[in-house]
């Protein structure tokens, strides 16, 4: 975040009697520089150009300290302060009026709110807010299994995703363990021709899915393909019968998944790649699908074809995708992806999308790298 010092934000700089004076005033932007808060930026020096005509301006660094300093509370924090205090007093001995809606230990609660705020309840009047978290004590009391963006709506006006995280309050405000649950992960297959698979091959996008579902080339004419939506399907539950579902994109009268419930459900020893776009968030995609699939690696193949347009100036700049915040992983712990693929973006400070995967290209490109 920037504040640029200009006549409206900073008159003073502007309306500076003489050079004494505003030699002044920049000392003591220096000052509050060094103490780390903020950091100074300014236009290159220039002949005659003065110190307000050099466009300065101030970036946060360290927002909570400056905000200590200055004493200054933001407001999201000034209504959660209201409401602990609101909620300390409702469940004291002698406000309380409905034991049913008290946690057991209203202290750990407190604590727990305190460092952890509910902020999307920010705005709402602090006796509507408070019933909401008494609705939501009764229903972790009343043990109902549901799902956990199902209870969210039904307690917190409609806000799905607002217990989301949340299982430590879940747990002090008298939630049984697995009481509420994460929605199925939803994996949908691709089989082979003939439905017999010699390996399983994970696709992050469902253009690329769907396009090498229909191609079927030699390369993957044996590989069961899957599309489980990025992230989701690195999950744990993954290979639970509870957490997870399967749907066949095309089946027939004849289609059989227990080779599939074999080797995602059993112990089968089926060989796992994974193909996504060609950048970090792709390989940490990879970090964690080998967290269930120990033996995970990279698509050769695939991957090969982004690396090359990579080589050849393809991809795209990170901030020109709206990746620029995507962190490098490091490692992934697969060999191809730490020597090859990461090293390569690294390199170039490029990423490729994976729907520029062309597979009419792969048998000369794979050949020829």
């Not at 660094?61 to 200054?72: K, M, N, P, Q, R």
């Not at 978290?133 to 607002?162: D, N, Y």
């Not at 992230?231 to 994109?249: H, T, W």
């Not at 090859?340 to 020829?368: C, I, K, N, W």
């Amino acid at each position: 975040m920037r504040l640029s010092l200009d006549q409206k934000t900073a008159p003073e700089l502007h309306s500076a009697a003489d050079a004494d004076q505003s030699q002044l005033l920049v000392m003591l932007l220096d000052d509050l520089c060094e103490t780390g808060w903020v950091a100074l930026r300014i236009e290159p020096s220039r002949p005659f150009a003065t110190f307000t005509e050099r466009k300065p301006r101030l970036e946060l660094c360290h927002f909570d300290e400056l905000a200590s300093w200055a004493g200054y509370t933001p407001q999201a924090m000034r209504w959660q302060r209201r409401w602990l205090a609101h909620l300390a007093a409702q469940w004291t001995a002698g406000s309380v009026t409905s034991v049913g809606t008290v946690p057991a230990d209203p202290q750990l609660v407190l604590d727990y709110l305190a460092r952890s705020p509910l902020t999307q309840l920010e705005g709402l009047d602090l006796a509507e807010a408070t019933r909401s978290l008494s609705a939501l004590i009764e229903l972790c009391r009343a043990g109902r299994p549901m799902a956990l963006r199902e209870a969210s709506a039904r307690v917190f006006q409609g806000r799905s995703k607002l217990l989301d995280s949340r299982g430590e309050l879940l747990r002090l405000l008298g939630a049984s363990a697995g009481q509420f649950f994460e929605p199925p992960i939803q994996l949908l297959l691709a089989l082979p021709r003939d439905e017999g698979f010699a390996d399983v091959l994970f696709i992050e996008n469902l253009v690329t899915f769907e396009r090498m579902a229909d191609a079927r080339a030699q390369v993957w004419d044996r590989s069961l393909l899957v599309y489980a939506a990025g992230f989701r399907g690195s999950a744990r539950r993954l290979r639970s019968r509870q957490g997870c579902r399967l749907y066949v994109r095309t089946p027939s009268p004849h289609t059989d998944v227990s080779a599939v419930e074999s080797w995602l459900f059993g112990a089968a020893d089926v060989p796992v790649t994974f193909f996504g776009d060609l950048d970090f968030s792709g390989m940490q995609i990879l970090v964690n699908l080998r967290e269930v699939f120990p033996g995970a690696c990279a698509w050769q193949p695939g991957y090969r074809i982004l690396v090359h347009s990579l080589s050849q100036g393809g991809g795209h700049l990170p901030q020109q995708a709206l990746k620029a915040q995507q962190a490098d992983p490091g490692e992934t712990g697969c060999a191809y992806a730490d020597r090859e693929l990461l090293p390569a973006m690294r390199h170039h400070g490029r990423f490729v999308d994976q729907e520029s995967f062309d597979y009419e290209q792969l048998q000369s490109t794979t050949e020829g790298v």
